[in-house]
């Protein structure tokens, strides 16, 4: 009998840094998000805080929704 053990560390998943969606067709134009955290390698063992900015925004023309 083969018995397999897998384990994996404790991590955050962090998609952060600036990322910037797709941009979907939405009435007449179109709509992505981007999202910015500050600090970009935030853990919390390490800071007690964080700053998340998350942008819906028409990447066409550049206005916020």
Do not use: C
């Not at 009435?27 to 600090?39: A, H, K, Q």
């Not at 853990?43 to 900015?53: D, W």
């Amino acid at each position: 009998m083969l018995v397999l053990t897998i384990t994996f560390p404790l991590s955050f998943a962090q998609h952060h840094g600036g990322e910037q969606a797709p941009p979907i067709s939405f009435g007449t134009g179109e709509v992505t998000v981007s999202t910015f955290l500050l600090p970009a390698d935030f853990t919390p063992e390490k800071y007690s805080e964080a700053n998340l900015k998350i942008r819906f925004f028409d990447p066409v023309i550049n206005v916020n929704i």
